[in-house]
């Protein structure tokens, strides 16, 4: 069973640079969510989608955007990488409010 | 106040021993509590989830809620090395709207060490 899939493991970017983190489920999950870890902070969530055609900001969503491509996928796009968005970030999925999540093995990402 | 505080440790016990971790939050609404171990450089694992007042026991695992003093716990009996970890509770947090959509709120989390 694959989970929750993320691609890339790790990134290095150039300040300014753009990408977008993948993140996929098998688990017909229908709620999402995209955070971050930074030592000392915990985990920090930057946006999520509750629903297929639903995303909405977390507590960190500034430099970021997200897309709901269908009920399986949601990515992650920094449009412009700041050295502030180095950090490890992780993926997840739930099957409904109430229930615990599925992480993805993480997306390691460094800005220089 | 941070939403989620977890005690600092690092917590240090030997081997067969009970740890204790603890966490408070500052939603009184709160309805779901998680606790996730997470071994370096790997992702956070669900270990256990608790909804009502009381304890509830898997395994070497027992989480205790308490939300008239919004308090969650957890205890490891029998600790063994293979349990050494960063440990993170994470709470539902209602946002403005009163409802939390799945959200999660972690604590920074406490490193574990269990000892031979």
């Known amino acids: 069973n694959a989970g929750v899939t993320q691609t890339p493991k790790f990134q290095v970017l150039k300040t300014g640079q753009s990408m977008t983190l993948q993140c996929a489920q098998d688990?017909?999950?229908?709620?999402m969510y995209w955070y971050r870890q930074d030592p000392g902070m915990g985990l920090r969530l930057i946006y999520y989608?509750?629903?297929?055609?639903?995303?909405d900001k977390g507590e960190v969503p500034n430099g970021y955007n997200v897309s709901r491509l269908n009920k399986r996928e949601f990515s992650l796009r920094l449009e412009s990488a700041a050295p502030s968005q180095t950090s490890v970030y992780f993926c997840?999925?739930?099957?409904?409010?109430?229930?615990?999540?599925?992480f993805g093995s993480g997306t390691r990402l460094t800005v220089v | 106040q941070k939403e989620v505080e977890q005690n600092s440790g690092p917590l240090s016990v030997p081997e067969g021993a009970i740890a204790s971790l603890n966490c408070t939050y500052s939603?009184?609404?709160?309805?779901?509590f998680f606790w996730y171990r997470q071994y370096s450089g790997k992702s956070p694992e669900l270990i256990m989830s608790?909804?009502?007042?009381g304890d509830k026991e898997d395994g070497r695992f027992t989480a205790q809620l308490n939300k008239a003093s919004q308090y969650v716990s957890l205890l490891i009996r029998d600790s063994q090395p293979s349990d050494s970890a960063t440990y993170l509770c994470?709470?539902?947090?209602?946002?403005?709207?009163?409802?939390?959509?799945?959200?999660?709120?972690f604590g920074q989390g406490t490193i574990l060490t269990v000892h031979p």
């Open positions: 688990m017909n999950h229908n709620s």
């Open positions: 997840a999925s739930s099957e409904a409010s109430h229930y615990g999540y599925t």
């Open positions: 608790i909804y009502s007042n």
């Open positions: 989608s509750a629903s297929e055609g639903t995303t």
């Open positions: 994470a709470v539902s947090i209602r946002g403005a709207g009163g409802t939390s959509y799945g959200k999660l709120t």
């Open positions: 939603d009184r609404g709160s309805q779901s």
